[in-house]
């Protein structure tokens, strides 16, 4: 039997939002509500996608440079987002296991 794994899309640290106190904060992908007021929208999605930030992008094409497709048809493995320096492109989902996701967590206990 294997361990229970979900799919994370940011793990947030160091949170002041949402409540007195410091936290680490997991975001989980999934979600179906489709909320009109939804903040996290790359969050509704059941599998890894990729995120684009247009101010952060330098132009400097590592991200073609990686890609099986040349960025058309992605299928979010994530190579783009691994080569991009200044990350203008990230991969929101990965796989993790509770144990994985609790060591990762943990790290933040001092504070």
Same mark, same amino acid.
């Given at each position: ?6 799919? +994370? ?5 160091? %949170? $002041?939002?949402?409540?007195?106190? +410091? ?7 999934? !979600?179906? $509500? *489709?909320?009109?007021? /939804?903040?996290?929208? =790359?969050?509704?999605?059941? &599998?890894? %996608?990729?995120?684009? %930030? =247009?101010? *952060? /992008?330098?132009?400097? &094409? ?8 040349? $960025?058309?048809?992605?299928?979010? !493995? &994530? *190579?783009? @987002? =691994? @080569? /991009?320096?200044?990350?203008? *492109?990230?991969? @929101?989902g990965r796989r993790m296991s509770v144990a994985e996701a609790l060591a990762e967590i943990g790290r933040d206990a001092i504070f």
């Amino acid at each position: 039997m294997s361990s229970p794994a979900g799919l +994370i899309f940011h793990l947030m640290r160091f %949170s $002041l939002r949402d409540g007195p106190g +410091i936290r680490t904060t997991v975001f989980l992908k999934g !979600c179906p $509500l *489709r909320c009109a007021w /939804c903040h996290n929208p =790359e969050g509704q999605s059941f &599998g890894p %996608s990729l995120m684009f %930030s =247009e101010e *952060r /992008c330098r132009h400097c &094409g590592d991200c073609a440079l990686v890609c099986p497709h040349g $960025l058309k048809e992605c299928e979010a !493995c &994530g *190579r783009c @987002a =691994e @080569a /991009c320096v200044a990350e203008a *492109r990230q991969l @929101a989902g990965r796989r993790m296991s509770v144990a994985e996701a609790l060591a990762e967590i943990g790290r933040d206990a001092i504070f």
